[in-house]
């Protein structure tokens, strides 16, 4: 028997994007959170990995899931975890980000966590504090460790991403979740499509490594994994869509469109859902459905990250600072 | 009286179509002769004579729009330091948007920034004031005592007015005054979420888009109803290659319409705004690059008739933002004439050209007695060297704002001294 390798260094100081990660990187993050579903599986699910290292979660939009995920996979780790609420913090009286940013670098956190409403807010957070940055969803920009979860989620499904068909159905318009996705998957040699209504789709669509469809039948024809969108309720009645009762009939995922998928085709969901607007309860509850699984997965790739993000050769390397 | 002699320097006057080797005179405040043939009865005595070889004098740049933040935001800008940021950049003349706070919607108003400009600015300050009361599109100014007070233009500064009843109205009044109507058109529904350019670059950012209809929806109603009312109407900052179809349509009809575009509109484009930078947030957006090329072509032909900096102040509280919640707007007076000047060493547009777009066209739209090199014109002119290459460093930044889309950039051609009416207010 050999000894096993070390895994290699991740070679980013942040996590601000799938956008500039490679292949590679991404695999690497995900062999990583495979260890760390086992860990997560024992009764001792305690490491000391991040021992005696400080997370901060910055969450500037309400969120029970992600930060609760994060919150999680630090401890899992042995980091002291911090969270910081919006609501009764310095921001509700006008502080800037970047000066909240720049009193919590003060003191000294190994590794912030941010979501924030406004698109690019991770990267310029990055930009101004010592430690590393882990966006957890800017704007409609990215949310990187939501595109890996689905990923794991789906490598331990079906045991491969490349040369998968993906179905990408719903609000693509104002999703992260979207275009972390699109990124992913198409990086690791998936066949992505896009299906939602015109209002729905971002401009220059058709030029971002997609195929585009407006209709369910067609979109998810032959698709190996449908994956569900959240469409926000103030977008519901009127502005993008004429009502709920029209875009299920639509775009809702129920048993009838989704027999047009292949056989056994994974159903996911990144939550909150709203069930009935974009997903059946028969579906979200069905076989196919994975969505309890993501959940798992998320804090085991939350996990890997931030593992593979303060490793300590990177320390003694002197490239942490 | 005091006479300058700037001999053998490339003198450029768009007012007279002339671009020739020669020499200019001043008596101290006025111009007594520039041109080839101006120094044939030889220098007067006891002139002082300057040595311009290899040099260019231009008449001092008028720039049409310029925001500055005195009265109420003093602390981005006041009209002292944007003067001297304008004098640093070879701007003598500068028509200052109204939409200040309070807003220059009334005779006071006007007369206060006169007063202010008289006792502070190094150059020459001319007020626009508001089309309608507040800037809030719905109740005229009075044209009349306004420009009687000063104001050279009627602007709604930074706003769109929605209502084409009160456009229509305003325009048909102002030519009873033989106003100008200064316009700024975007569609405050179609961009109302907007921050940048509609395309596939703002959708990767996941920024919501601003398309070049929100533009030309609003200027071809605008275009309309200036034939409808045979008004002056100026057309303050487009940026695409449809409005600029649009204006020369108007133009073939015999409207009587102008069109203005800020620099940046002709020197940048949407890829400048990389990873989120929020000095390239500007309104209107940088456009995709076809559009910026559209605009060059349209400088160069005349149907894009003139060029302004669209210096707007904004400091770190309004600038160190995620993109979508910072302000838009860029600083432009210390470095108007250095990116014009690109377009003149590139070979797109002659030099001519873009020195009427920048002081002979907006003084001769504006009605201001400025942009000329004539014989018995105020002597407010430029001593440029149009080669010296320079880097621009926040740190030689005049204005109270730093917000420039030029950090770092290199530029070609210096002002190397700025006159108004025949004083120095800059020296490089």
Known sequence: MTKPQPLPLFPHRHLLGIKGLSPIDIELLLDRADDAVAISRQSEKKTTSLRGRTQINLFYEASTRTQAS???????????????????????????????????????????????????????????????????????????????????????????????????????????????????????????????????????????????????????????????????????????????????????????????????????????????????????????????????????????????????????AGDAA | MSVTVFHNARIVDPSRNLDEIGTVITDGTAIIAAGSAALNQGAPEGATVIDCSGKAILPGLVDARVHIGEPGAEHRETIASASQAAAAGGVTSIIMMPDTDPVIDDVALVEFVLRTARDTAVVNVFPAAAIT?????????????????????????????????????????????????????????????????????????????????????????????????????????????????????????GAKVTAGASIASLSLNENDVGEYRTFFRLTPPLRAEEDRLAMVEALRDGTLDILVSSHDPQDVDTKRLPFADAEPGAIGLETLLSAALRLYHNGDVPLLRIVDALSSAPAKRFGLSAGTLAPGARADLILVDLEEPWVVHERDIRSRSKNTCFEGARLQGKVLQTLVAGRTVHQA
Not at chain 1, 113 to 137: M, T
Not at chain 1, 239 to 259: I, N
Not at chain 2, 155 to 164: D, M, P, V, Y
């Open chain 2, 133 to 253: 009361c507040g800037l809030e599109g719905k109740e005229m100014t009075e044209f009349g005592l306004l420009r009687e007070a000063g104001a050279v233009a009627f602007t709604e500064g930074r706003k769109t007015i929605a209502n084409s009843q009160t456009m229509r109205r305003a325009l048909t009044y102002a030519r009873d005054f033989g106003a100008v109507i200064d316009h700024v058109t975007q569609d405050p529904h179609l961009s109302a979420t907007g921050v940048m350019n509609e395309g596939l670059f703002a959708s990767w950012l996941g920024l919501s888009g601003i398309p070049r209809e929100a533009e030309l929806i609003p200027l071809e109603r605008d275009l309309l109803l200036a034939r409808l009312t045979r008004s002056n109407y100026h057309a303050a900052t487009l940026s695409t290659a449809m409005s600029m179809q649009a204006i020369a349509r108007a133009k073939a009809d």
């Open chain 1, 70 to 316: 994060f919150e999680l996979a630090g401890k899992r780790l042995g980091a002291d975890v911090m969270n910081m609420s919006v609501a009764s913090s310095s921001v509700k009286k006008g502080e800037t980000l970047i000066d909240t940013a720049m009193t919590l670098n003060a003191m000294r956190p190994d590794i912030l966590i941010i979501r924030h409403a406004s698109a690019g807010a991770a990267a310029l957070l990055a930009q101004k504090v010592d430690c590393a940055v882990v966006n957890a969803g800017d704007g409609a920009h990215e949310h990187p460790t939501q595109a890996l979860l689905d990923a794991l989620t789906i490598r331990r499904a079906l045991g491969r991403i490349g040369g998968l068909t993906v179905a990408i159905c719903g609000d693509v318009l104002h999703s992260r979740v979207a275009r972390s996705n699109i990124i992913l998957l198409n990086a690791l040699g998936a066949r992505v499509r896009v299906v939602a209504p015109s209002t729905l789709l971002p401009s220059g669509i058709r030029d971002m490594s997609v195929e585009v469809y407006n209709t369910m039948k067609e979109g998810l024809e032959g698709a190996d994994v449908v994956m569900m969108l959240r469409l926000q309720r103030e977008r519901m009645a009127g502005a993008f869509v004429p009502s709920v009762r029209e875009y299920f009939r639509y775009w809702g995922l129920d048993a009838e469109k989704l027999k047009h998928a292949k056989e056994g085709a994974l159903v996911m969901h990144p939550g909150p859902m709203n069930r009935g607007v974009e997903i059946a309860s028969e579906i979200a509850d069905g076989p196919q459905s994975v969505i309890q699984d993501q959940v798992e997965m998320g804090v085991a790739v939350r996990m890997a990250v931030m593992e593979a993000l303060l490793d300590p050769r990177r320390t003694e």
